[in-house]
């Protein structure tokens, strides 16, 4: 069993940063495909980005390509989203979650674990 917790969440205003982090607890993420989504109100969660086991091999949704990276570190078994140029529709609740798949997939299917996620509200 994995255990998630999100953290790094808060309050920017637009076009500011901010760096989500993933600590896992239970297991190490060494074999894990590592995810980030978010859900904002009244809307259904999206893929925001993804990373295999290694770190070779990411996956970005279209709207937040160039502005947000993902990021794993292996020794520390978490999980980083840097936020950067955040716009005020990408209020949103975000999750970490994890996959035993091998590829940085977009399909929320495919992953296992999700944490309890953290709240990122962006002003205008």
């Known amino acids: 069993q994995v255990q998630l917790v999100e953290s790094g969440g808060g309050l920017v205003q637009a076009g500011g940063s901010l760096r989500l982090s993933c600590a896992a607890s239970?297991?190490?993420?060494?074999?894990?495909?590592m995810g980030w989504f978010r859900q904002a109100p009244g809307k259904e969660r999206e893929f925001v980005a993804a990373i295999n086991w290694n770190a070779d091999s990411t996956s970005y949704a279209d709207s937040v390509k160039g502005r947000f990276t993902i990021s794993r570190d292996l020794t520390k078994n978490t999980v980083n989203l840097q936020m950067n140029s955040l716009k005020p529709e990408e209020t949103a609740v975000y999750y970490c979650a994890a996959s035993r798949g091998v590829v940085a997939t977009a399909m929320q299917s495919n992953f296992d674990y999700w944490g309890q996620g953290t709240q990122v509200t962006v002003s205008s």
């Open positions: 239970g297991r190490t993420l060494y074999s894990y495909v």
